[in-house]
Every structure is written in C-alpha cells, then in structure tokens.
C-alpha cells in the first residue's frame, strides 16, 4: 500500500513506522557511528607512553601510583609540556573456554598492532604465552633488547624468546607489585610510533633490572 494525499496525519505516522522503521534505525546508527568517530578522533589525547596490563584479574587502584610512576622514565616526545602515560587493562575474567580464549586474544592482538603508542604489555605468564602465539610478529624478540638478561628468564613460544621475567625486578619489587607470575613483552619498532617505542624502551629497560 503507498502512501496516499488522503491518509490522516497519524495513518502517514503509521505508515512510515510500518514500512520505514528499520531505514530511518539503521540510518540513525550510521549518523551515530559517524558522529562518535568524529569527536573519537577530533579529542584523542596522545600520550609519551602506554602500558597494557593483561590478566585474569584487574589490578587495584593500590598500585595506580607505582605504574605512573614510571613516567618520571620517559621524555615529553608529543611537546605539550607533560609526560603523560596512559595505563589500559584487558582482563580476561578467569574463564578457560578455548573459544573464548582465543577470540580474547585475537581482540587483543588488533589493539596492540593498530594503536601507535602502545609498546609494552605486562602479563601473566600463561597469557603472555598466549600473546606470543598469536601475535608473535608484532613482538619484538626479547633477546634483542633485554640483552643482559639470562636466557632462562625468557618466555619462548615455538622457539621465539618473546618475554622477559619480572619476578626479580628491582623497581617493581621495592614498591611492592606481585611479579612472582609476570612477564613483559616490548612490542616491535616497526609497527609503532618511534618516539613512543623509545619511551616503552627505557621503561622495559628499568623494570628488567634486579636488585644487586
């Protein structure tokens, strides 16, 4: 049935919400999706450096000042006049279901290779292990840049030595943070913001050394 000039002001309202209801939703999604990545991209902040926590839990407020802390490491690389680090956390709830496992990390993996200015992951091993077997080519080889590091403090995947133990770590350690089951991974150069990655470097650098 069309729409006719006779029809009443609330049959036309009728009319359009039986015949027009999905166009006018999925056009106001579109117009919604847009707006949103608009003022996304027009307000993003950038940031001197970025650290990704990825665990079966959150870590607490508790440690917010430690992991902040390491901004003192790092230099002002966007100008504004501050060192500014920005910590995200990815938790995946404790569940073991293959599946779900699998599409966390996948998720994960676009994160870390489409965002510019996050270089370093902190981890749990079992996790970190997970990380290095799917998103091995966005690692950058922990034997390259921990170089004074033992080999048995590496996690190797498939014969890729793509983490570094922190259960010694002096920085961490001295503050308290529970590093008994964590690992770190420095993400490749290529695929990052290269006055970032220097950042996340010095960082990784401080927070592999052990206490003498």
Known sequence: MAMSKDMTRKQKIEYIKDYYK????????????????????????????????VGEAYIGSDYADLIYSLSDLCDDVTGDGEVKLLFDQFCYGGLNDPQYLNTMTATLEKMLAKEKDVCLVLADRSLAGMILSMSGKYVMQADLWATDTDSDKHLVVSGFPGAVSLKNSAYLGEKGFPTDDLYLILLEEEYKNAAVFENARKVALELIKEAE
Not at 25 to 50: G, M, N, S
């Open 22 to 53: 999905w166009h006018i939703i999925i056009a106001l999604l579109v117009v919604i999706a847009i707006v949103c990545t608009v003022v996304h991209f027009a307000t993003k902040e950038e940031y001197d450096i970025r650290l990704f926590y």
